[in-house]
């Protein structure tokens, strides 16, 4: 796959891509949909595994590693990827890659800058997922997370002036009750939790990132309307930033202890498979996206929940009672009737009540092209599967 920038220039293609151009109509189609059910795969893996990695990491016995080095060292190897496929996409010529930086990062300073906001917003959030996995079960928190949904939906309203059909606001009630419900069960002492976890900051910690998954993902989109820039150029860019920004939070929080343990204190083979996962699951996430439309996305979600509740009863003994499945439940059905398409009268008309409070930049589709896509956990041209890496897929007008 392949994702173009603003120039026409393509970024490193997937091993997974598919020129359908040259293919005959019955086999294209064929090939689309392998590429959906293999990126239905994906995000369900990336969606379950990373949630599920974290937690196993944070309740083995022994030495704890530092989670602002883990989110230090996600942040380095995704920027050092992205570096590298630069270079590949210049064809290995130092001279250009270095020209292409010089004026990508310092020359069009204004864009890179823009990108300190949501940069600051999502290491605090990246660190805010470490305090509520290790507080809550995995199933709890799969669950719990959804809310970003609700954030973001009620970020593009009041920012972008996006309207939501009153499918999508019943949706959006139906998972806030879901998640109440299912919290109601986790405050009821519903399932066995070991002493040293404290589900009131975990549910806060939840609740936070959410929150600025929302803010940042609304606010991204708001500010990169119309820019420039590659998939893997942006993702570099906020790879440094995330780099500066998680040292800067280690030594505020951390520091001390970094400093008299070691910055790689704790590190077992389970948390470098979280660094990895964090580092390139989501970047793998970013190559297949393209081909999953929002219901897919949303079916995603639902096979991670049911996916991670069932891991966690054989990996930590996770105990699934009635309230934990009726809110389950309902937060499945409210993710799946968010991610309906709506009419296109109704889609088109919010388009173009977007584009005219937004502002020039923003191209309004014409009533012959599909809607854009809704901004639900995707957070419109962010993507965060399942909501640690800071990933791009590709910015409109690049």
């Not at 369900?44 to 590693?65: C, E, H, K, M, W």
């Not at 883990?70 to 250009?96: I, W």
């Not at 790879?239 to 520091?255: K, N, Y």
């Not at 929002?294 to 009863?313: D, Q, W």
Request: glycine share 10%; net charge positive.
């Amino acid at each position: 796959m392949a994702a173009v920038g603003a120039g026409g220039s393509t970024a490193a293609a997937g091993p997974g891509a598919v020129s359908t151009g040259s293919l005959e109509p019955g086999t294209a189609s064929a090939a689309h949909r392998r590429l959906k059910y293999i990126s239905l795969a994906v995000l369900v893996v990336q969606n379950a595994s990373l949630i599920l990695s974290i937690r196993y990491a944070r309740t083995l016995p022994g030495d704890r590693f530092f989670a602002t080095t883990a989110v230090v060292m996600a942040e380095v190897l995704k920027g050092l990827t992205c570096l590298l496929l630069l270079f590949a996409q210049k064809r290995g010529n130092v001279k250009h890659l270095i020209l292409f930086l010089h004026e990508a990062v310092l020359v069009q300073y204004v864009d890179t800058l823009k990108l300190a906001v949501p940069s600051l917003i999502y290491t605090l959030q990246n660190n805010l997922q470490y305090v509520a996995i290790s507080n809550l079960p995995a199933a709890t928190f799969q669950v719990t997370y959804q809310l970003k949904i609700l954030t973001t939906a009620l970020f593009s309203v009041l920012m972008l002036n996006r309207s939501l059909s009153r499918l999508q606001w019943a949706s959006l009630l139906l998972l806030f009750t879901g998640v109440a419900i299912v919290q109601a069960q986790q405050a009821g002492g519903g399932s066995l939790r070991p002493l040293d976890q404290n589900p009131g900051a975990g549910l806060a910690a939840v609740v936070a990132s959410c929150l600025s998954s929302g803010f940042a993902g609304v606010y991204f989109e708001k500010i990169l309307k119309g820019s420039s820039g590659s998939v893997w150029l942006r993702n570099l860019q906020l790879g440094l930033f995330g780099t500066a920004l998680g040292l800067v939070g280690l030594w505020w929080a951390e520091g001390s202890a970094v400093a008299h343990r070691g910055f790689f204190f704790g590190y077992t083979p389970a948390v470098w498979g979280v660094v990895l996962n964090q580092a390139f699951g989501g970047l793998l996430v970013a190559v297949v996206v393209k081909y999953a439309d929002n219901i897919l996305k949303g079916f995603a979600t639902s096979l991670s929940i049911v996916l991670s509740t069932v891991a966690s009863i054989r990996l930590f003994g996770f105990h699934l009672d009635p309230l934990f499945a009726l809110g389950a439940g309902l937060v499945i059905g409210a993710v799946y009737l968010y991610s309906l398409p709506r009419s296109p009268v109704k889609a088109i008309a919010s388009t173009a009540a977007s584009a005219a409070a937004s502002g020039p930049c923003i191209h309004q589709q014409p009533p012959g092209q599909p809607p854009p896509p809704q901004l639900s956990s995707h957070r419109g041209d962010l993507i965060t599967e399942p909501f640690l890496p800071k990933l791009l897929t590709k910015v409109k007008g690049s």
